[in-house]
């Protein structure tokens, strides 16, 4: 039998109350599974926000690393997902990848020892795990710059992986030498030395469609998220998480015109006269968008018969290093 939407956020709500459950969602989930989260929150605040919380099930309305960083730091939780969807960006790599990427800077004379990897939230356990054998540890687009500058105090090449905008964002705001592998320059005379991932959302933005809105209402404030490519984070007014832009933007004076570069959902969200998406292309991330009412609805039913589905599991080791990664980062 299928329901309506508002009908199905009736039942969402009911099954809500009935059960030990609490429902995150990230900003960029469609607005009516959104409206039903309990917590919300970029990256960083939902890892934060979900382990001070005290429901014996997450129902977590977001991306596979998401709901996987919540079991990792908080073991005792059953955690599901409505749809294990896989951000683009964590799919593009794997321990394999990791393996080769450490590889490459070992034939270029860079020992394991003299290397701090750093892996974005964006990736799968597997990979925070190797991280945090090899002493290195998690970030996210808002502390990105703060667990740089504190790595860079070890004097080892840093290894950023997989999102190489982000990486090549922080090392221009500081100032610092870096390198995509694959680049012809040499890994000896970078400090930070990017994996080459990147999310296929977040390429839509361009510095066309930057001309086209500074020219059509000049003084209009450009704001994109870390992961766009750098020539157009340095074209930019403001670059944040998706946090830091809806602060941004609700602080500045209503009348001030904005551009936003990042995901269509959380941009709409915002979009009044003077706020606008930064494309002519509709910039949706289509993994976040797989998790619809009917899957929340599914989910919490499954609960409350006893049947869980999609719930997350890892293995002991995974679940040990990916958590010493995060609490290397959460330490900071
Ligand atoms: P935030 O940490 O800014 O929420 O970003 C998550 C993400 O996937 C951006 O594409
Ligand atoms: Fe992953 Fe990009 Fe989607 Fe964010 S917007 S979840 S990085 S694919």
């Known amino acids: 039998m299928s329901f309506s939407n508002d009908e199905l956020k009736i039942k969402i709500i009911e099954l809500k109350e009935r059960l030990d459950v609490t429902v995150v969602s990230h900003f960029y989930q469609r607005d009516e599974v959104f409206e039903m989260g309990d917590i919300t929150g970029d990256s960083l605040e939902l890892a934060k926000k979900t382990m001070d919380d005290s429901a014996k099930y997450v129902v977590f309305c977001g991306v596979g690393f998401m709901g996987e960083s919540v079991k990792v730091m908080s073991p005792q939780k059953r955690v599901v997902m409505p749809k294990i969807a896989c951000c683009s960006m964590a799919r593009m790599i794997d321990s394999t990848y990791y393996d080769d990427a450490v590889k490459y800077l070992n034939d270029n004379?860079?020992?394991?020892?003299?290397?701090?990897?750093?892996?974005?939230i964006n990736s799968n356990a597997e990979v925070k795990a190797k991280v945090g054998e090899m002493g290195g540890m998690v970030c996210t687009s808002s502390n990105a710059k703060t667990i740089i500058t504190n790595a860079l105090k070890e004097n080892k090449k840093i290894l950023f992986v997989p999102d190489r905008c982000l990486g090549v964002n922080i090392a221009n705001q500081m100032g610092l030498p870096s390198m995509i592998i694959g680049e012809d320059k040499n890994p000896n005379d970078c400090d930070i030395i990017c994996y080459d991932g990147f999310c296929a959302v977040h390429q839509l933005f361009t510095l066309d469609d930057i001309k086209f809105y500074r020219k059509k209402f000049p003084g209009i404030k450009i704001v994109v998220h870390p992961e766009c490519d750098p020539e157009l984070c340095d074209a930019s007014d403001f670059v944040g998480s998706t946090s830091q832009i809806i602060k941004y933007i609700k602080e500045i004076d209503p009348e001030q015109k904005v551009a936003v570069g990042t995901e269509f959902n959380l941009v709409n969200r915002l979009r009044d006269k003077n706020t606008y998406v930064l494309s002519s292309t509709?910039?949706?991330?289509?993994?976040?968008?797989?998790?619809?009412l009917q899957d929340l609805y599914d989910t919490l039913k499954s609960i409350e018969d006893d049947k869980v589905i999609n719930e997350i599991f890892l293995d002991p080791n995974t679940q040990k290093w990916a958590k010493i990664a995060l609490e290397r980062m959460l330490a900071l």
């Open 109 to 120: 004379g860079i020992s394991k020892e003299n290397i701090l990897p750093i892996t974005y």
């Open 282 to 292: 509709k910039p949706e991330c289509p993994t976040m968008n797989e998790t619809t």
